[in-house]
């Protein structure tokens, strides 16, 4: 059974940080690109960083990019998200993905892409 379990959300005032962690269960880790998604009030889920997981590349969504940084331990199945300088308009609930990327080419901003989906942690910043 594949579980991914966010952890790490809450409420911060503005200008905070917080670190999100995934941790996945069933499935070979190494074998996943992970991403992390999020929703807020109203909103559609929107791609916010990404990680592969062969080179470990990363990707981020403009508006976060140089305040988020995604990272992955594979040793531990885990994939974080360092979340600093934070805004209003960062409050969402943010989900962890995981896509099989040696099975097929990942689109890393797509959500179809992804495999598995954790249930989410709520991160509200206030102003």
């Known amino acids: 059974q594949v579980q991914l379990v966010e952890s790490g959300g809450g409420l911060v005032q503005g200008g905070g940080s917080l670190r999100l962690s995934c941790a996945a269960s069933?499935?070979?880790?190494?074998?996943?690109?992970m991403g992390w998604f999020r929703q807020g009030p109203g909103k559609e889920r929107e791609f916010v960083a990404s990680i592969r997981r062969s080179s470990g590349s990363t990707y981020y969504a403009d508006s976060v990019k140089g305040r988020f940084t995604i990272a992955r331990d594979n040793a531990k199945k885990a994939v974080y998200l360092q979340m600093n300088s934070l805004k209003p308009e960062d409050t969402a609930v943010y989900y962890c993905?995981?896509?099989?990327?040696?099975?097929?080419?990942?689109?890393?901003?797509?959500?179809?892409?992804?495999?598995?989906w954790g249930r989410g942690t709520q991160v509200t910043v206030s102003s």
């Open positions: 993905a995981a896509a099989n990327s040696l099975l097929k080419v990942v689109i890393v901003t797509d959500t179809t892409s992804y495999d598995y």
């Open positions: 069933g499935i070979i880790f190494s074998d996943y690109t």
